[in-house]
């Protein structure tokens, strides 16, 4: 890196740290809103863990109809028409108004990370022409001035040249994928498992584990040609072959693991380029969709293209026999975490070069040497995604903290839609918990669909600080539901609105809450912007 340099100051009514999916999405309400925004990133594209992080969108059994905002939907909308305005997709794919590009089974857009990227830069092109958006990055946060309960300013440095630049601003909004202007601002937060006593939720433990935290998994991209493109044996392969986790049944290498709601051992199969049914559609109701590794995640489905476009299938990576459980990322040294993220490449590297040299074949043989990292897709490290998949970030210590209590079936003994006075929007997922870095199984719970109250947005300390992403007023057990993409989104939408509406009334966000005429005017602006802050009738968990 450069030697730091000064690079001075900005001055903008909003600020938001982050550029994943909430920060996009907070960008845009306040935009939207008339105000000025200052948007850093530390990585190259914005988008986060649609992008960056490569990994395709997860959502409710409903999202065709409803269940996200109208912004989301322009943007799962625009990556299907990115496709049909610059893909030769066949005539059928590009009639298909529920175009799935990748025909994943994970979710009903599975696309490659660039055309996420694209779509995002389209949407905020607009602001960045006429000034009101600036975008610095890759930058991250380093310091921050504060006084009082007021964030005054924070100082953000280039990766690129080491410049730092101090932006103060009205409203500062945290976006970042771990929380990371928390400690900075000395928010007041959380991380890991609270105890049983803190939540009173039946799956917490009875003493809180701060550094007990889901695993980051490093994703990569291949498809399946002729040839041999095994990679070189990563340095920490045999290292990483020993690896057997008291539950998993076997080698974490492997296609054998725990079944995430069962918790029962099961193999996998795996089948390069395996056929489509095209009567089976992404439903995670129905089916997680994982029991065939091919078509899980795959994010181009070459059937979908017209002959001789692809030689094969796409498809990521985000598998359980990637989730490095070694250690926290959170509240650790720089020198802790960049060990802890190198060696998650190489769990994930160890992972392909397994898949190249020694998994059975359906024939009786080993090993798939015409799998082909395909890092000219991802754009990261050792040909991998550009970032870590981030599950878990710190998370505020909220004038509503949402628990177990409030989403679990089981818990509850009801499975209708949870709801808050206060909703600023919906959202649904199972409470999926990934193995974590205190060497917990799986936590995987039927879940209902449930309102976000803006209680969950609003520290209970700092006035003008919000939360646009992970890092919102759950608990580690509840972030499960709140961590996947729609939901986010909805999270940072509303935060990005709530700022402009704040500035507009003269009033902070604690006020919006408590006052009802305030709280029921700021309601029907998120309305009115095509945001849904309640589920219809008759819609159940699972």
């Known amino acids: 890196m450069s030697p730091r340099t000064s690079e001075g100051e900005l001055r903008t009514e909003v600020l938001i740290v ?17 105000r000025s925004v200052v948007l850093t990133e530390e990585y190259r594209w914005l988008g986060g863990q649609l992008t960056s992080q490569a990994v395709p969108m997860d959502e409710h059994t409903w999202i065709e109809s409803f269940g996200a905002t109208a912004r989301y939907r322009a943007l799962r909308e625009g990556i299907r028409d990115y496709y049909r305005r610059h893909y030769p997709l066949t005539d059928a794919a590009r009639e298909d108004p529920h175009l799935n590009p990748g025909a994943g089974l994970v979710g009903r857009v599975c696309a490659e990370p660039l055309v996420g990227v694209a779509v995002i830069e389209s949407m905020l092109a607009p602001y960045r022409a006429t000034g009101r958006l600036r975008l610095i990055q890759p930058a991250v946060p380093v310091a921050a001035s504060v006084d009082g309960d007021r964030v005054e300013a924070v100082t953000i440095r280039r990766l690129d040249d080491g410049t730092e630049t101090t932006i103060s601003a009205d409203y500062v909004i945290d976006a970042t994928e771990l929380g990371d202007l928390l400690p900075l601002t000395g928010a007041e ?29 490093w994703c990569f991209v291949v498809d399946a040609v002729d040839g041999d493109h095994t990679i070189d044996r990563p340095a920490e392969y045999d290292q990483w072959r020993r690896v057997q986790p ?3 049944g076997a080698p974490m290498i492997s ?15 795996f089948t390069p380029n395996a056929g489509v049914d095209a009567e089976r559609v992404a439903d995670q109701r129905a089916d997680a969709g994982d029991r065939e590794l091919w078509t899980f995640r795959r994010i181009v489905a070459r059937h979908n293209f017209r002959p001789g476009t692809y030689a094969s299938d796409v498809v990521l990576v985000n598998w359980p026999m990637i989730d490095y459980i070694g250690g926290p990322i959170v509240d650790v040294s720089d020198e802790v975490r960049a060990s802890r993220e190198a ?105 209902r669909p449930f309102e976000i109250p803006l209680g969950a947005l609003i ?26 993409h729609p939901v986010e989104w909805n999270i940072g939408e509303a935060a990005g609105r709530l700022a402009a509406f704040c500035l507009d009334r003269a009033s902070r966000p604690r006020a919006i809450r408590t006052n009802p005429e305030l709280l029921a005017e700021f309601q029907t602006l998120l309305t009115n912007g095509g945001v849904e ?3 219809p009738a008759g819609v159940s968990g699972y």
């Open 459 to 484: 520290p209970r300390r700092l006035e003008n600080l919000l939360p646009a992403g992970k890092n919102v007023g759950t608990t580690h057990i509840t972030n499960g539901a709140f961590r996947l």
């Open 18 to 34: 982050g550029g994943g999916l909430g920060g996009v999405a907070a960008a845009l309400g306040a935009l939207e809103a008339g």
């Open 343 to 447: 060696s998650a490449r190489q769990q994930s590297l160890s992972m392909l070069y397994w898949l190249q040299t020694e998994a059975p074949r359906a024939d009786g043989g080993t090993g798939f040497p015409g799998l082909r990292l395909r890092g000219d897709l991802t754009q990261g490290p050792d040909g991998l995604a550009m970032a870590p998949y981030v599950r878990e970030s710190r998370r505020i210590l909220a004038e509503t903290t949402v628990t177990e209590l409030d989403l679990s079936i089981a818990a509850t003994g009801n499975d209708r839609p949870a709801e808050f006075d206060d909703s600023v929007g919906v959202g649904m997922y199972r409470i999926d918990l990934h193995p974590s870095t205190g060497g917990d199984n799986y936590i995987d719970l039927p879940s």
């Open 189 to 217: 937060y959380v991380t890991g498992f609270e105890s049983r006593h803190d939540t009173g939720e039946p799956s917490a433990p009875e003493v809180a584990q701060p550094d007990n935290q889901q695993a980051i998994s």
């Open 246 to 248: 008291e539950f998993w």
């Open 255 to 269: 296609f054998t693991g725990p079944d995430p709601r069962t918790l029962e051992i099961t193999s996998r199969t």
């Open 533 to 535: 802050l309640h589920w």
